[in-house]
């Protein structure tokens, strides 16, 4: 029973060599759909990768500022720190004291050591702040208003306006990519099986044969599945080189970001290898789909 499943399934790969060389237009008309596809699918994959890793940088990187009064005492912020620790939607915090912006500023430039290096604490005019990281980004705007209530609590900026446009902006961007991706794949397995029907009905007197004989429905169809399967492999080849070295050149151009280091891409590696095994995947499992499809609705076997 072993072998002969062997002997079927070799035979069946030699019939679906065959059939893509013997009707190689009807073949390449396949490989042509697929290719095309795959290569927007890529495209629309990595942006739609990219636009996560945006939102995932942004709630990330994200920081609410809260700037205390000049006038609050050690206990105050004692109280404050406390109240804060308490809340709703605090991933983290630390609290920064004016001499440590101070000095912190005085060691990123020279310009700012010169200016404030004669600054005692009466003269500083900067302010204590509260660094804190939100949970949900979403939430961030309450989270703002709810520290701005806060007493002796100067001022509180995040970004307000720019970080919620940003993350709706990716938000809508990474679904409707999602979704496009989705239609695509729906398509082309309807293409490739209207194309392999063509075939089908060009070999309907050589498939009665068989079927007179005696061969099995699985005979039947295994070369029309394994020939879809090599039309996915053959229909992948172009948009995996693509991925690799557009991606990989389109990295090194940007350095990296675009626009803003607050927006950077992913590393290329491993991600281009990940996503050309899923377009290999997506092709033979799309092409064995669509043969697979087309044998049982025209043939009705």
């Known amino acids: 029973m072993i072998m002969k499943l062997f002997r079927m399934f070799g035979r069946s790969i030699r019939d679906a060599y065959r059939s893509v060389i013997r009707n190689f237009s009807l073949s390449l008309a396949s490989i ?19 636009v996560d890793n945006f939102t995932k940088l942004i709630k990330r990187d994200v920081t609410v500022v809260v700037f205390l009064d000049n006038d609050i005492t050690p206990e105050e912020i004692n109280a404050m720190e406390t109240k804060i620790s308490q809340m709703d939607n605090i991933a983290k ?18 310009v700012f050591d010169r200016i404030m290096s004669n600054w005692d604490n009466k003269e500083n005019p900067l302010q204590d702040t509260f660094l804190i990281k939100v949970i949900q980004i979403e939430k ?15 001022v509180v900026k995040y970004g307000e306006g720019m970080v919620e446009k940003l993350v709706f902006i990716f938000s809508v961007i990474e679904k409707g990519t999602a979704g496009l991706v989705i239609g695509l794949l729906i398509v082309t397995a309807f293409l490739i099986a209207n194309t392999i029907k063509i075939t089908i009905f060009s070999r309907q007197t050589e498939i009665s044969i068989m079927r007179l004989v005696g061969a099995s429905n699985l005979a039947i169809r295994l070369p029309y599945i394994i020939e879809g399967l090599f039309l996915g492999i053959l229909g992948s080849v172009i948009p995996i080189i693509i991925t690799i070295y557009g991606y990989t050149i389109f990295y090194g151009y940007f350095e990296g970001q675009l626009f803003s280091p607050l927006i950077r891409l992913v590393s290329p590696y491993p991600f281009i290898y990940i996503i050309s095994l899923c377009l290999l995947g997506i092709g033979m499992v799309v092409g064995m789909w669509g043969s697979a499809r087309a044998v049982r609705r025209h043939l009705k076997i």
């Open 93 to 110: 915090y630390e609290f920064k004291s004016k001499l440590e912006i101070k000095e912190q500023m005085q060691s990123s430039s020279d």
């Open 140 to 154: 961030i705007k309450e989270t703002a208003a709810a520290l701005s209530a806060l007493d002796k609590v100067s």
């Open 32 to 50: 042509s759909c697929i290719t095309v596809t795959l290569v927007i699918v890529s495209l629309f994959t990595m942006a739609s990768y990219n």
